[in-house]
């Protein structure tokens, strides 16, 4: 795809140490009591005919330069919308990005706004409110955006979610008070991923088990995307057609369970001309790029 300017990193096959673990299991204690109320590859070792002594810490497989192979496997979107999508696979540290532009993130901020309040929440020594558990529901399951725009006054605003950003790791994330427009790239929701369903020391196992929760019981209606590329999603998309050009962004972020191994998968997109040709992109990517990893895909 010559729209996009490839990062390119490697990695050792043999990358084992230092895993993230994947995402809490759902249930267990949260922050608070729930509110009553219904509101809203290449593995060819190197070998020699003598071979070298043992080097403590130096692997003698070859690296293999896996933003590359994503980036061979990717085929060029059939309406010329714009692509880049990032990868994780939890069980063995490989990583694969494709894309470094910007994207607008429509609703998967709502994820980026839930990690915020349940942060503040945790500095403030108290548990969610009925009224912030049932936006945060509400936002999350339903993707209902009254209740976003409720919670980002709660945490501040835009200033407010960028300063949660840098806390929880994100570095390419601009937050702006129309929420739908922040903007992001699929290697920082990969970095989200990470703080919501890892075991990093930013959010507490209970902020990220209720994140997981409700991530894991989104309406039937909205399950696409990034659940193509694998079993038992925990997901958020977000879908948002411009005003300025009638095109609509399609992106998907979430965790999914693939060959035996967890991914976090993070798709983002613009330029559609209809919805269902960005979901359909969004699958097609998400697969393409769980394959890269070496997991197999399996059916959403």
Do not use: F
């Not at 993230?20 to 249930?27: D, E, Y």
């Not at 043992?54 to 060029?76: F, Q, R």
């Not at 912030?132 to 509400?138: K, L």
């Amino acid at each position: 795809m010559p729209r996009h300017r490839t990062r390119r990193s490697t990695l050792s096959a043999s990358v084992t140490a230092g895993l993230l673990l994947a995402c809490s299991a759902v249930g267990g204690a949260y922050l608070v009591g729930r509110s009553a109320d219904d509101a809203p590859a290449a593995v060819a070792a190197v070998s020699s005919a003598s071979s070298p002594p043992a080097t403590t810490g130096v692997s003698e497989e070859p690296e293999v330069d896996l933003d590359a192979e994503l980036a061979e496997a990717l085929a060029v979107p059939a309406d010329g919308a714009d692509v880049s999508v990032s990868v994780l696979d939890t069980e063995t540290g490989a990583r694969a990005t494709y894309g470094d532009g910007t994207y607008d993130t429509a609703s998967i901020v709502k994820v980026d706004i839930l990690a915020a309040l349940l942060l503040l929440a945790q500095d403030e020594g108290r548990e969610l409110s009925g009224t912030e558990h049932a936006y945060a529901e509400a936002m999350i399951r339903r993707s209902d955006n009254t209740s976003a725009t409720q919670l980002l006054r709660v945490i501040g605003g835009a200033e407010g979610l960028d300063a949660a950003n840098e806390r929880l790791g994100l570095t390419e994330t601009g937050a702006v008070h129309a929420w739908g427009l922040t903007q992001t790239t699929a290697a920082d929701q990969v970095r989200l991923l990470e703080a919501v369903c890892g075991a990093g020391p930013v959010l507490t196992e209970a902020s990220r088990a209720y994140v997981t929760e409700l991530m894991g019981d989104v309406e039937a209606g909205q399950r696409w995307g990034v659940s193509a590329a694998g079993t038992g999603a925990v997901l958020k998309n977000g879908w948002m057609p411009r005003t300025t050009t009638g095109l609509w962004d399609v992106n998907s972020i979430g965790r999914v369970e693939s060959g035996g191994h967890t991914l976090l998968v993070a798709v983002l997109s613009r330029g559609h001309t209809t919805k269902e040709a960005g979901i359909a992109l969004v699958e097609s990517v998400a697969k393409t790029a769980a394959g890269v990893t070496g997991a197999v895909s399996g059916p959403g």
